[in-house]
DNA sequence: GTGGAACTTGACCGCTCGGTTAACTTTGGT
DNA sequence: ACCAAAGTTAACCGAGCGGTCAAGTTCCAC
């Protein structure tokens, strides 16, 4: 019976919620173990290491991102700027459900690891900053659909860095609902850039 | 001849530095404790211990950042807007000038630290989130001087998430020129902000 | 059934972490 | 000149870090 072992994957679910959670540097791979409920030789036996596994963690969070947030976020069912304002407040909602044990809201996985570690990995820098732009692209999707023949590139980049820092200050402030309230002023920056004259 | 002992603040510009080019995990005490010239024992001399010494880095880090970025670019040399331009042209020059030996952009001090302990230690998220109100204030001030009468509470917030985001991308990508490139759209965003109805 | 690879386990490694201690030197007030 | 307080120094913690290893167990192809 196709009962393979899923050590491996329970380890990945383990390191990729608790440096969502806490950070790289903060968690250990002991607590990785115990969470994941796996002896350290085994953790070895699957990773070359704790990087190694930070890689495979990435790997599965944007997975789950895009399957959990973006693809919803983004269906067609809504016209290209409503989805744009979706996929603030499905952030808001998503924040507010999956809260720390402390309570305290978590932020961007990515945004998260790409501020902790840019500055000292070189290679994670360079794999955050692909998923930033698969990110992006699905912006960029609505922003051409909204506005055809338009520099959707730039528009995205924009909105992009307005939704990261608005989870940021969100975090910063541990209330969600800043997110919530700044979808509107992020789709009136959409219309904005899409109707620049440049 | 007033010659006292400068080791404290040695300590914590050596923190103030290292905590901004590499974080607040990935640095240990040894570390500051080589770069500021100083023996272990005499930083638990004049600090409870390593989270008390990132208080004061934090703090000293807030002056410098008031008085090297803040307050010349909000300068009322100029009409509110174009301050608000400058200051997004400031923050470029500064990452620029102000690489890691490795040649990585640092990003903003107190939003990478905003993002690595906020979810670990509710004092230092306070503390942050204090911060990012007085940076609030200025932009404040600016968008009230441009459209008295209107919330300018909000588009401050408003652009100072744009403005952390910017900075986080710019991070991640490496490139400070898009710190740069955004300086036109934030105006608008200011702008749009202003005249909204509501 | 046997052999070999895949996997698991727990003991163990060197190292660095944040922090402590006690003895010593300097400093400033009286 | 004296003394206490302030500051400095180097040796020293226990703990936890990321990582290793060799012996065991499970599994599957033949």
């Known amino acids: 019976?196709?009962?393979?072992?899923?050590?491996?994957?329970?380890?990945?679910?383990?390191?990729?919620?608790?440096?969502?959670?806490?950070?790289?540097?903060?968690?250990?791979?002991?607590?990785?173990?115990?969470?994941?409920?796996?002896?350290?030789?085994?953790?070895?036996?699957?990773?070359?290491?704790?990087?190694?596994?930070?890689?495979?963690?990435?790997?599965?969070?944007?997975?789950?991102?895009?399957?959990?947030?973006?693809?919803?976020?983004?269906?067609?069912?809504?016209?290209?700027?409503?989805?744009?304002?979706?996929?603030?407040?499905?952030?808001?909602?998503?924040?507010?459900?999956?809260?720390?044990?402390?309570?305290?809201i978590k932020g961007c996985p990515f945004g998260n690891l790409a501020m902790e570690l840019s500055a000292n990995d070189e290679g994670l820098r360079v794999e955050l900053e692909k998923i930033f732009g698969r990110i992006g692209g699905y912006l960029e999707k609505a922003l051409a659909e909204y506005s055809p023949g338009h520099d959707a590139r730039t528009g995205a980049e924009q909105l992009l860095a307005y939704h990261q820092g608005t989870v940021l200050l969100a975090k910063t402030h541990n209330d969600q609902q800043l997110i919530e309230a700044m979808a509107g002023s992020a789709v009136e920056l959409a219309r904005l850039t899409a109707t620049a004259t440049t």
């Not at 070895?44 to 890689?55: E, P, Q």
């Not at 599965?60 to 067609?76: C, G, M, N, V």
């Open 1 to 104: 019976m196709g009962k393979e072992s899923d050590t491996r994957e329970r380890l990945i679910r383990a390191a990729m919620n608790l440096f969502h959670a806490r950070g790289y540097n903060a968690v250990g791979v002991n607590e990785i173990c115990e969470a994941a409920n796996v002896k350290k030789g085994s953790l070895y036996h699957f990773f070359a290491g704790k990087r190694d596994l930070a890689l495979a963690a990435i790997d599965a969070q944007w997975e789950f991102f895009r399957d959990e947030l973006l693809e919803p976020a983004f269906a067609t069912d809504l016209p290209p700027l409503e989805r744009i304002r979706r996929f603030f407040i499905m952030t808001c909602a998503y924040h507010d459900s999956a809260r720390n044990e402390n309570g305290q």
